[in-house]
């Protein structure tokens, strides 16, 4: 599987945006899709996760009520659309995939097998 995310920018505080991530071979209904962000000098995070056929969807409690994960698999796309943007959410975003996680691994990047490139979300204050 192949992922290609986009869709991040520049905005300011209380701006909304929203990423998309493309995924390209394999079944894509069979992944689990998450998103992690890593800003600098910080460790990567969970962001948020959305099962690949239930769309059971997890959050990290910083962006939970403020970000939401769909996904439209006969379009092969996850989105998070983010709202409420905090200059705290500034970081690089990457798309991940993987098709066999149990509940316990979804917020562990290291079990992530397929990843995107990357797209840099700034808020500015």
């Known amino acids: 599987v192949q992922l290609q995310a986009s869709g991040g920018g520049l905005v300011q505080a209380g701006g909304s945006l929203r990423l998309s991530c493309v995924a390209t071979?394999?079944?894509?209904?069979?992944?689990?899709v998450g998103w992690f962000r890593q800003a600098p000098g910080k460790d990567r995070e969970f962001v948020s996760a959305?099962?690949?056929?239930?769309?059971?969807?997890y959050y990290a409690d910083t962006v939970k009520g403020r970000f939401t994960i769909s996904r439209d698999n006969a379009k092969n796309t996850v989105y998070l659309h983010m709202i409420t943007l905090r200059p705290e959410d500034t970081a690089v975003y990457y798309c991940?995939?993987?098709?066999?996680?149990?509940?316990?691994?979804?917020?562990?990047?290291?079990?992530?097998?397929?990843w995107g490139q990357g797209t840099q979300v700034t808020v500015s204050s």
């Open positions: 071979g394999g079944t894509f209904s069979r992944y689990t």
């Open positions: 991940v995939a993987d098709s066999g996680l149990i509940l316990s691994s979804l917020r562990l990047s290291s079990q992530y097998d397929y």
């Open positions: 959305i099962r690949g056929s239930s769309s059971i969807t």
